[in-house]
């Protein structure tokens, strides 16, 4: 809890298009840090599902003129469900622990 407010949403933002694309959209220092493992499907999937919820929150958010549906917002929920426990089941896979890390320092890291 405590390292709960040290996260921004831009750097997160930032980090999740990076791991979406795997290994080529990576900075070197992470590339090396994953030393050889890919970045599996399920993380990108997770940073793809990340990408698109923070789009759509700040829709929700800012634009008038979209209507949130019932079941449209059912979907999401699911996929978050999924993704928590594809976290719970992976959680020392050396990918998701270097994207979780990395998701900190994003800024430092990535103009390197």
Excluded: K
């Excluded at 050396?94 to 430092?108: E, G």
């Amino acid at each position: 809890m405590v390292l709960a407010r040290t996260y921004t949403h831009t750097e997160m933002q930032r980090a999740s298009r990076a791991f979406a694309q795997g290994q080529n959209g990576l900075p070197r220092d992470l590339r090396l840090a994953l030393a050889g493992t890919e970045v599996s499907t399920s993380l990108r999937e997770l940073a793809q599902l990340f990408q698109r919820l923070q789009d759509d929150r700040h829709e929700a958010d800012y634009d008038l003129s979209v209507r949130w549906r019932r079941g449209d917002v059912l979907v999401q929920i699911t996929a978050v469900g999924s993704c928590l426990e594809y976290l719970r089941r992976e959680r020392s896979a050396r990918d998701l622990r270097t994207c979780l890390t990395s998701i900190l320092v994003w800024n430092r890291i990535s103009n390197r």
